[in-house]
């Protein structure tokens, strides 16, 4: 057996959270990606970090399978770890892992075991960055257009240059933290992260950059992610994959007519959640089935109000960013959308010329055609768009 210089930092994997939006019916930390739980693959990222004390804080009753994932995680590294019992909110849990640290540990590190695929050199960036008296998060920058909403209303827009997406693990001085802990369960006040919390104490917090791979697995989305990123490949030369999406807009809608990523003034707008536009949507959907990541409604339904309004250009940079973190790049798009109007033919090369750049250069081709009076577009109702993608894994042509 080989013995371990005791470690001066010190890791507490929070895996108390119950998974309620995850619906999975066990505890979120406990759910499987592949034949391993989400707890399984955080921990070895965890211990293929630097040596550090391991603290997993459990939900109540699953001791032992947190126990279990630990030991086979942490191998050689078995005496770094230790299981505790978690409280009734993420801040209680916390406390009771900081209650376990060692006696020489100087530096904490906070994580989610939801960020389940979190690059071993990020845990290790953030302990470097530690200090004395500074707190350290990893960040993103936000990409998506923000809007302030009051109900069903836009109320004012957002500046995203001011707003970062924090992730885990977050570091901090261990005194430090253990004092703002102590102080925030005195007062009764639970904050959102602990990199709030110390900071209401009064403490400095910095920034490093974080890691896509680092996504949080909150929704069944989340999960698909994880287990595509995770997938072995399926053959000895990875293929190119295809995607179709289906699209229909009825007019009736308030402001322009927003159509293949073109503003057509002096059409009847179609209605939509955003701009109802046909062309656009029916691209995301195709591109997302063909990376396998869900569909329009998952990623900007009604359920994200900050894509209400948004235009073409918006869904499909989301789109690209969404393929490109899930490992794949746009090969090539098509759509063709069937309505009477608008009369497309003169604004082609405009509308493939926006649409490609969107994705990033990907080559875009619209065609468009009359049913001949047949149907809801043939009576002039609305639009019906069919898309074809094609996307192409990272490593094609690499074998």
């Known amino acids: ?214 996504f949080k697995i909150t929704t069944p989305a989340d999960l698909a992610r994880a287990r595509h990123l995770l997938a072995p490949p399926t053959s000895s030369s990875p293929a190119p994959r295809i995607g179709i999406g289906t699209d229909v807009h009825a007019f009736g809608g308030e402001g322009s007519l927003w159509l293949a990523g073109l503003e057509w003034p002096g059409e009847e707008p179609l209605s939509g959640h955003s701009d109802g536009d046909a062309v656009a949507h029916a691209i995301v959907d195709a591109l997302l089935g063909a990376a396998g990541l869900g569909d329009i409604g998952e990623h900007f339904g009604t359920a994200h109000p900050e894509f209400a309004g948004a235009h073409a250009a918006v869904f499909l940079a989301r789109t690209r960013e969404l393929l490109t973190d899930a490992g794949f790049a746009i090969g090539n798009v098509s759509a063709q959308f069937q309505g009477n109007r608008p009369r497309f033919s003169a604004r082609r090369a405009e509308a493939e010329q926006v649409l490609s750049a969107a994705l990033g250069g990907a ?18 109702e609305g639009i019906s768009v069919t898309a074809i993608a094609m996307v192409l894994p990272d490593d094609f042509g690499n074998r």
């Open 1 to 214: 057996m080989t013995l371990l210089p005791v470690p001066h930092i010190a890791i507490i994997v929070v895996a108390a959270g119950s998974g309620t939006r995850l619906d999975a019916g066990a505890p979120k930390a406990f759910v499987g990606i592949d034949a391993r739980p989400i707890l399984r693959h955080a921990l070895d990222g965890v211990f293929a970090a630097a040596p550090a004390q391991v603290i997993v804080v459990a939900p109540a009753g699953f001791e032992g399978d947190a126990e279990t994932e630990l030991r086979a995680a942490a191998g050689e590294k078995n005496d770094l770890g230790r299981v505790v019992t978690g409280g009734g909110t993420r801040q209680q849990s916390v406390a009771a892992g900081l209650a376990a640290l060692w006696g020489d540990i100087t530096t904490v590190l906070v994580h989610d075991a939801a960020r389940a695929l979190t690059p071993p050199a990020l845990i290790d960036a953030v302990a470097a960055a530690v200090t004395d008296d500074t707190g350290i998060i990893p960040t993103l920058p936000v990409v998506d257009t923000l809007k302030k909403v009051d109900g069903g209303s836009v109320v004012a827009a957002v500046d995203r240059s001011e707003l970062a997406a924090a992730q885990t693990p977050q570091g901090f001085p261990r005194r430090r933290l253990e004092s703002a802990y102590a102080a925030a369960l005195a007062s009764d006040v639970e904050y959102t992260d602990d990199a709030a919390l110390f900071a209401a104490a009064g403490h400095a917090v910095r920034r490093i950059d974080g890691a896509a791979r680092a």
């Open 363 to 380: 080559p875009v081709s619209i065609t468009a055609t009359t049913t001949d009076g047949l149907g809801f577009p043939g009576r002039g």
